[in-house]
């Protein structure tokens, strides 16, 4: 596709429930990067991906949140047991994975949990 | 702990004017600084980068402005417009070990006509 697609767009899941989010990335780029963003704030970094690993996991928050990239493209980020703090938006970047490659950010996953 | 800080949260500016933002880190690690805007229900979207070997860099109306030795660095947009009004993040990195972001807080900037 021409950009990062992130969907749903918008999801509100009871609290307690299980909850993924999917980022397609743009295609050939190798690194992927998942950040939260709450009301106000910056973007938070989450997780980082260079192909299919996790290169970096130190921003997940706690063991509830997951994320996977099994084929080095599309990836699932997947957040157990939801509490009402996790609402935010959930956003995704792709870039080449080279040395000061630009990302590209999709337009976030609003999260809601009620 | 916010490893960049931003300033101001909210910016007003008459159309045709500066509109300059300020950020401060204190990781000397931090080798890459971006900065990105914000539309509503829009992800963010680069607007200008810079590495620390320069102190400053221009591309068309907007300027970062770098001070290695402060720790400082700030966006200048001249002759702001209206399409200009945005959320603005100042960023930091360190690119080799790949490149994740540390984000400020964010400046609104409204523009008026």
């Known amino acids: 596709g021409a950009g990062v697609s992130q969907t749903p767009s918008n999801k509100v899941t009871e609290k307690g429930k299980y909850v993924e989010l999917r980022c397609d990335p743009i295609?050939?780029?190798?690194?992927l990067y998942w950040y939260r963003q709450s009301l106000g704030q910056g973007p938070e970094f989450l997780i980082y991906?260079?192909?299919?690993?996790?290169?970096?996991d130190s921003g997940l928050p706690n063991d509830r949140f997951f994320a996977v990239r099994p084929e080095g493209s599309v990836s699932t980020l997947k957040i157990q047991r939801t509490e009402r703090g996790d609402s935010a938006v959930y956003l995704c970047?792709?870039?080449?994975?080279?040395?000061?490659?630009?990302?590209?950010f999709g337009q976030g996953t609003r999260l809601t949990v009620v | 702990q916010q490893q960049v800080k931003q300033s101001p949260q909210s910016l007003i500016v008459q159309k045709g004017g500066i509109s300059i933002i300020n950020c401060a880190y204190e990781?000397?690690?931090?080798?890459?600084f971006p900065w990105y805007q914000q539309f509503p229900g829009k992800g963010p979207a680069l607007l200008i980068a810079?590495?620390?070997?320069?102190s400053e860099k221009k591309e068309g109306r907007f300027t970062i402005s770098f001070n290695k030795s402060a720790k400082q660095f700030s966006l200048h947009i001249m002759d702001s417009q209206p399409g200009d009004s945005a959320t603005y993040f100042c960023?930091?990195?360190?690119?080799?070990?790949?490149?994740?972001?540390?984000f400020g807080t964010g400046t609104s900037l409204t523009v008026i006509p």
């Open positions: 970047a792709s870039s080449l994975g080279t040395l000061g490659a630009e990302a590209f």
């Open positions: 295609s050939g780029h190798t690194a």
């Open positions: 991906f260079q192909g299919t690993g996790a290169a970096d």
């Open positions: 990781n000397t690690a931090f080798d890459y």
């Open positions: 810079i590495r620390p070997d320069v």
């Open positions: 960023a930091a990195s360190v690119i080799f070990t790949g490149n994740q972001f540390y």
